[in-house]
């Protein structure tokens, strides 16, 4: 080979290499773009569930502050009261009945 097809073939991988270079470099600005914008999309939306958050927190305490009575949450207190109360006395019954049962068993006689 005669030094002008090394020079050629020099220039040839060097255009390549430059080539390659610029390509990957815009590739890489645009990684990193993303990146920034990726990073800014998310902590907009992280605002923003913040702010949900903070507006259902109020909405809940407006709610409970508007909508729900003491003499309300009474009413169904004392009815639960009742409720839990005649399960209780059920229980108590189960047991007379059990012992009821037990007490007038008769006896059979054997042949």
Known sequence: MSGSEIMAVVGFFVMLSG???GV????EGRVEKAKVDASTLASSANALAMLARQELAEHKLHVSETYVTKAGMQEQT????????SVGNRIDAITDRLDRVFEHKVERSVR
């Not at 990957?24 to 590739?27: C, E, F, L, M």
């Not at 004392?78 to 109360?85: C, D, F, G, P, V």
């Open 78 to 85: 004392s009815q639960i009261l009742r409720s839990i109360e």
């Open 24 to 27: 990957w470099w815009r590739i």
């Open 19 to 21: 080539t390659l270079w």
